[in-house]
């Protein structure tokens, strides 16, 4: 199992963003795939996730209304549209995927031990 993030950069406040993860070697209707983001000097943290095959989903209160989690699934891929952009949100982002055969407790996907497998990140920076 393979994911490449892309689409990170600067971005002033208020702005948009735009990040995609192309997942290779799995059908991600058997996968639930998010986003997870760790700032410097913070703990990586659970930003959203979703389960393609049924559509369960899952936003950080501190992202609810602003970011958008979807699949393009005839290209494998994994989509986080991000609005309204604020400073606090610089970070890493990183794609994380595991099989659905895996997760007990939907809740566990909000944190990084529930992930199996990990993109190298992508970088976002928002400037006030």
């Known amino acids: 199992v393979q994911l490449v993030e892309s689409g990170g950069g600067l971005v002033q406040a208020g702005g948009s963003l735009r990040l995609s993860c192309v997942v290779s070697?799995?059908?991600?209707?058997?996968?639930?795939v998010g986003w997870f983001r760790q700032a410097p000097g913070q703990e990586r943290e659970g930003v959203s996730c979703?389960?393609?095959?049924?559509?369960?989903?899952y936003y950080a209160d501190s992202v609810k209304g602003r970011f958008t989690i979807s699949t393009d699934n005839a290209k494998n891929t994994v989509l986080l549209q991000m609005t309204d952009l604020r400073p606090e949100d610089t970070a890493d982002y990183y794609c994380?995927?595991?099989?659905?055969?895996?997760?007990?407790?939907?809740?566990?996907?909000?944190?990084?031990?529930?992930?199996?497998?990990w993109g190298k990140g992508t970088l976002v920076t928002v400037s006030s």
């Open positions: 979703l389960s393609p095959f049924d559509g369960r989903t």
């Open positions: 070697g799995v059908t991600l209707d058997d996968y639930a």
């Open positions: 994380a995927a595991v099989a659905r055969s895996r997760i007990l407790v939907w809740e566990v996907v909000r944190y990084p031990y529930g992930m199996e497998h």
